[in-house]
């Protein structure tokens, strides 16, 4: 028998009287074979035997091997209760059956075929749901159907070949089967979806598929072909981080923080320190006390001016020279409550070119800042 192609297997079991429970029968199911069940598969029939008429049961199968060979059937034994002619007590008794043997071959015109597909009529259809330009994230989907007479769709292979193109992330379903049976005749389809997920920029392509079939009718090669489907598929457009990228960004910020306030609980005391010992070095210079007695020249404080001035004086290594400040500072008291009528206003501005006179003159007030950290 050819691969793929039907053998009628009767299993005909006879009793001289009568069965008050049907027998069990055996399944026959073994690897690489397909058993089938015909419709109204059993049924009674009657012989005569021995000049006597024996009635009985009769299971027909249908026998489909998938693979070329030969297969055998093993030793089985199927258990038969019938009435005891004698005293119609129920009796039952193992019945061994014969030896079967199946040899499947393939046709001379069907040794070449891989994968092995022999019916009497092969077709394949396609189907593609979305646009072939396609956007990052965009999907589309392929549908590959293939229908077959005179056999079973399980000889049907895979028909949507596996992808590695990169630019495409596949995401195949469970291929679907259909069987029918019409008069002892198999027939059916198979039908193979994938869904693809455009992944980056680009032209690939959905590949042709082309399968080759033996007609049984006309005994020769036949292909059936579907086209390939062009895609261009456009770059992904910058989209925000995701999930786990945000929460590493967060991680290394956190970090950050915490290593930016370690740095500042550090060295902000030492800072503060510093800043304080410079402001206290700063306000006991000369420098400090000069600019306090221009302040009280610029603001006409006389009392101001002579304690500032007596400051300064302490505070610069040469504490002579001051005597040209001390006249005009002078005049400005006798001018200011003096009792004379006629006395013309201070001259404040004298006051100050003296100032400016005496701080020219070198080493007068050259008194640097003591170091911080000795």
Partial sequence: MIVGQPAILRIKVLVPTFM?????????????????????????????????????????????????????FGPQ??????????????????????????????????????????????????????????????????????RISGTSPIMIPQLIPENHDPLLRPYPKEPRFNETEDRGILSGQRADETVYLAQDGGE????????????LTTNTVETVEVEAVNLKLAAPKPGSPSGDTMIRYLFWAVVAVVIVWAILRWSMPRYRN?????????????????????????????????????TWKRRCEDPQGYSGLEVCLARIGSTRYGTDKNRKNPNWSGAVAALDALVSTPNKHAQPLPPLNP
Avoid: C, H
Avoid at 282 to 307: E, G, I, M, V
């Fill in 274 to 310: 510093w800043q304080e010992a410079r402001e206290k070095a700063y306000r006991a210079s000369p420098d400090f006390a000069l600019s306090q007695l221009r302040r009280a020249l610029r603001d006409q404080d006389l009392s101001a001016a002579y304690s500032a001035l007596e």
């Fill in 20 to 72: 008050p429970s049907p027998p069990i029968f055996p399944t026959l199911e073994q690897e690489n074979l397909l058993v089938r069940l015909p419709e109204r598969a059993s049924g009674p029939v009657s012989e005569s035997v021995s000049g006597e008429t024996w009635s009985g049961v009769q299971r027909s199968y249908r026998i489909y091997p998938l693979v070329t060979g030969t297969m055998d």
């Fill in 77 to 146: 034994e199927m258990m038969v209760t019938f009435a005891d002619p004698e005293s119609n007590n129920p009796t039952q008794v193992s019945v061994p059956l014969p030896p079967i043997t199946i040899n499947a071959v393939v046709p001379d015109g069907a040794r070449d075929l891989n994968p092995l597909i022999i019916a009497t009529g092969f077709e394949l259809t396609q189907e593609v749901e979305g646009a072939t330009e396609m956007q990052a994230g965009d999907a589309i989907t392929r549908r590959l159907t293939a």
């Fill in 204 to 215: 690939t392509q959905l590949p042709s598929v082309s399968l080759q079939w033996f007609n």
